[in-house]
T-cell receptor
């Protein structure tokens, strides 16, 4: 069974700080990587996706991918209390494992204190 | 508005009863998915469908069944064989290489 690992947290940061969320995966065939935000009691909401090694920036969010190390991260700059949520890392399964099905990590809870 | 609609929001199941969760999308997406989420856990794939009249088992299909008779609809039945059905059920859809997007979910509990 291919795995996606995340630190469960909670990760606590003060307002305005940078939050760094990390994820490792075991399937070397994975090509697509996603970060979803999930508020308590709500469904996941797509934040970022990345396909190529390196960084991808969108507003206050930066996704970083290192396929050699099988590592993907999400940086949130200028963290706000409204960023407090659980962040789910998802990785597509490699070739032969189905049509773009995803394996999800268990999520990291982020708490941003005012 | 385009989107994914799941109903009902809350559902209660009696012992020995089958219940069906609805998922409808008007995004014209080919692929649809059902996940289960337990407290403090990530999402686990139950079933998925790439095209009408075709679907595949995910990681935890036992005790569940699906159909895909129309492109926009992918209902999930939780059968009496599923002994621990209490969970948050999420439906998602996608088109091609685009990311999956989720409906608002259905919470299922045992009476």
């Amino acid at each position: 069974q291919k795995e996606v690992e995340q630190n469960s947290g909670p990760l606590s940061v003060p307002e305005g700080a940078i939050a760094s969320l990390n994820c490792t995966y075991s399937d070397r065939g994975s090509q697509s990587f996603f970060w979803y935000r999930q508020y308590s009691g709500k469904s996941p909401e797509l934040i970022m996706f990345i396909y190529s090694n390196g960084d991808k920036e969108d507003g206050r969010f930066t996704a970083q991918l290192n396929k050699a190390s099988q590592y993907v991260s999400l940086l949130i700059r200028d963290s706000q209390p409204s960023d407090s949520a659980t962040y789910l890392c998802a990785v597509n399964r490699g070739a032969g494992s189905g049509y773009s099905t995803l394996t999800f990590g268990k999520g990291t809870m982020l708490l941003v204190s005012p | 508005d385009g989107g994914i609609t799941q109903s009902p929001k809350y559902l209660f199941r009696k012992e020995g009863q089958n219940v069906t969760l609805s998922c409808e999308q008007n995004l014209n997406h080919d692929a649809m998915y059902w996940y289960r989420q337990d407290p403090g856990q990530g999402l686990r794939l139950i079933y998925y469908s790439q095209i009408v009249n075709d679907f595949q088992k995910g990681d935890i299909a036992e005790g569940y069944s699906v159909s895909r008779e129309k492109k926009e609809s992918f209902p999930l039945t939780v059968t009496s064989a599923q002994k621990n059905p209490t969970a948050f059920y999420l439906c998602a859809s996608k088109e091609g290489a685009q990311p999956q997007h989720f409906g608002d979910g259905t919470r299922l509990s045992i009476l």
